[in-house]
């Protein structure tokens, strides 16, 4: 059975400390993503990978960076969290762009 | 710029009743469309995948269809159960692109 893990589901921290979020996924899968969701305005892509130390800005990356060391592993950090950046974060994987995106259970991080 | 519209925004409906949901999309060009659906503080799950050349797919008590020429399409859930009470997230993927479109979801209660 496919899995996609999230270091977190819950998360409070405080403005201006650093934030990782990991996410780990056992299918082999090339492509990684890092999502916020919100009420009212969906999914919105941060930051992706397609290959190993891959990254590519999404629609949202500001305040984010990311981290893929090895092929199951993707971290999304938060540098200087702000209380804006409260938020659920999911993490997914897919084989190519056009395959079913596997989903995390999903980290609510609340910034105080 | 290729965009997701999905209605309605939400919908109520008591359990046991048909439901209805659409999304209209223009992406280009187009691979394929996926039913997603989200159940309350979880990731994500695929519900159906429609091709191009599909008119119809049915999952248990969900059927989507897809009109390509309109570009449009549709989720219908037959005799509701409390269980299908989640939000419902319509993303359309791109020929050649690692990230697919997503709608911003219509979110189902239903009722007893």
């Known amino acids: 059975d496919v899995k996609v893990t999230q270091s977190s589901r819950y998360l409070v921290k405080r403005t201006g400390e650093k934030v990782f979020l990991e996410c780990v996924q056992d299918?082999?899968?090339?492509?990684m993503f890092w999502y916020r969701q919100d009420p009212g305005l969906g999914l919105r892509l941060i930051y992706f990978?397609?290959?190993?130390?891959?990254?590519e800005k999404g629609d949202i990356p500001e305040g984010y960076s990311v981290s893929r060391e090895k092929k199951e592993r993707f971290s999304l950090i938060l540098e200087s969290a702000s209380t804006n950046q409260t938020s659920m974060y999911l993490c997914a994987s897919s084989l190519d762009g056009r395959r079913e995106q596997y989903f995390g259970p999903g980290t609510r991080l609340t910034v105080t | 710029k290729n965009q997701v519209e999905q209605s309605p925004q939400s919908l109520i409906i008591l359990e046991g009743k048909n439901c209805t949901l659409q999304c209209n999309y223009t992406v280009s060009p187009f691979s394929n469309l996926r039913w997603y659906k989200q159940d309350t503080g979880r990731g994500p799950v695929s519900l159906t995948i429609?091709?191009?050349?599909?008119n119809t797919k049915s999952n248990g008590r969900y059927t989507a269809t897809l009109d390509a020429d309109t570009k449009q399409s549709s989720l219908h859930i037959t005799a509701s159960q409390l269980s299908d009470s989640a939000s419902y997230i319509c993303?359309?993927?791109?020929?050649?692109?690692?990230?697919?479109?997503f709608g911003r979801g219509t979110s189902l209660i239903v009722h007893p």
């Open positions: 429609m091709t191009f050349s599909e």
């Open positions: 299918m082999d899968h090339e492509n």
């Open positions: 993303v359309v993927s791109s020929g050649g692109s690692y990230i697919p479109t």
């Open positions: 990978s397609y290959d190993v130390k891959m990254k």
